[in-house]
């Protein structure tokens, strides 16, 4: 899998390789298969996250939803290759940004002429850009959803306590916990992006 | 306090600030901008998932677009230097070939005209009444000329009457000057065969007055 190097040697700030993958090894054995409800499993469990560096990468939702839709028929065709003992998701996310960038650069402007073609310029998204993206995606995915909203309202959202607790009918102190809890997961889980630049062995 | 609680505070919008090192701080301040990206909270639309399963043709839609348009283009270009310059007058024959088509084999639509003359009250008053009929009834265009407009407390009302008695087809006051009334009706105007407009008086009783000042005949629906 795609080693993160967090600095921790206790281990304690990582999530498990099956809660970071989150798909089982009996799922990744089916989709190899070309199994269709592995392929659907999958994509439940990563399509935000595809979505998000898509999004990242091309700032244009149409474009994402191109790039998207692209990911996922590259990991279709290519399940077959998949080694079980490989990190699923550094694979999935090699395979969301490549095809990203291949949707950007497939962004052709004809000339009027109809002989040409201009390339629209375009700058190439870094790894790490796309890779801290799929981290804080992917973690923000596996916040227990009453925290999720949470985040999202805080960050996003930019409510207050008092304005979250309105909207979801329920205490300042709950909200307040709900928060704690929250950020304290995101800065477990997401330590590596704070305490050096990340690694990544291929 | 453990290192990611402090960092989980300076995370939180909501809690206090653990005064954390100038390096963690700045670290945490982007992580804390990237929760604040609307790409990050987004997922792809729901068709989406189906489309996969389905096993649909990635394609970029915009360039799906620009494939088409670049390829028409070329084939157009193909074409023409092929055709070389005598294919603009066939181009024209056939167009013109094929709006006269048009005009001969269009289906007319079931339009009567009606000319309602002025009577005593208002001899300089004219009117051409085009009826047209749809499927809601029969509408009646009304282009009127000569025609004072109505005086403050009166206004117009058309009418159509034939055996079956007087059928009210709408009120107009005449006041900006000319253009278009429209008008409808409920009935037949085979049946109701003729067209006439009065003055009559806001409040009073809603039956033609006796002040006609347009009158006409349909001849044929």
Do not use: C
Not at chain 1, 141 to 157: A, F, G, I, Q, Y
Not at chain 2, 39 to 66: C, F, H, I, K
Not at chain 2, 145 to 154: C, D, K, M, Q, V
């Amino acid at each position: 899998m795609t080693r993160i190097d967090t600095g921790d040697e206790s281990g304690s700030a990582h999530r498990s390789e099956q809660t970071v993958q989150g798909i089982d090894p009996a799922t990744v054995a089916a989709l190899r298969g070309g199994d269709l409800d592995a392929l659907g499993a999958l994509y439940d469990r990563y399509s935000r996250a595809v979505w998000s560096v898509a999004l990242t990468v091309l700032d244009d939702r149409a474009l994402a939803e191109a790039a998207t839709l692209e990911t996922f028929t590259r990991v279709r065709r290519s399940a077959r290759t998949l080694d079980p003992k490989q990190d699923l998701s550094g694979w999935l996310l090699d395979i969301a940004r490549r095809s990203a960038v291949d949707v950007l650069r497939r962004q052709v402007v004809p000339a009027r002429d109809g002989r040409d073609a201009e390339r629209r310029v375009i700058s190439m998204p870094a790894v790490e850009q796309a890779w801290e993206t799929w981290q804080i995606r992917t973690a923000l995915d596996e916040l227990p959803e009453e925290e999720r909203v949470v985040v999202r309202m805080s960050h996003l959202e930019e409510m207050s306590d008092a304005e979250i607790a309105e909207l979801l009918e329920i205490p300042v102190g709950s909200v307040r916990s709900r928060s704690r809890r929250a950020h304290r997961r995101l800065a477990t889980w997401l330590a590596h992006l704070v305490v050096k630049p990340p690694r990544v062995d291929r | 306090m453990t290192w990611h609680e402090d960092w989980a505070d300076y995370l939180d919008p909501g809690a206090a600030d653990p005064g954390l090192p100038h390096a963690q701080s700045a670290a945490l301040n982007r992580l804390a901008g990237r929760l604040a990206t609307s790409a990050l909270w987004e997922g792809p639309p729901p068709q989406l998932r189906q489309a996969v399963l389905d096993g649909d043709r990635p394609q970029d839609r915009r360039s799906e677009g620009r494939d088409v348009l670049v390829a028409a283009r070329l084939r157009f270009a193909r074409i023409r230097r092929a055709l070389g310059s005598w294919w603009i007058p066939v181009a024209v024959l056939v167009v013109l070939a094929a709006l006269v088509a048009v005009a001969v084999l269009w289906p007319r639509a079931d339009v009567t005209s009606v000319r309602l003359s002025g009577t005593a009250i208002a001899p300089g008053a004219a009117a051409v009444a085009r009826l047209g009929t749809r499927p809601a009834g029969l509408a009646i265009r009304l282009q009127v000329r000569g025609l004072t407009s109505a005086g403050a407390g009166e206004y117009y009302a058309a009418w159509v009457r034939g055996p079956q008695g007087v059928v009210p087809v709408g009120t107009f006051h005449w006041r900006r000057g000319d253009g278009p009334v429209d008008l409808w009706s409920g009935v037949e105007a085979g049946r109701y065969p003729e067209l006439f407009v009065t003055v009559q008086q806001e409040g009073g009783p809603a039956t033609p007055s006796e002040q006609v000042v347009l009158t006409g005949r349909i001849s044929r629906p």
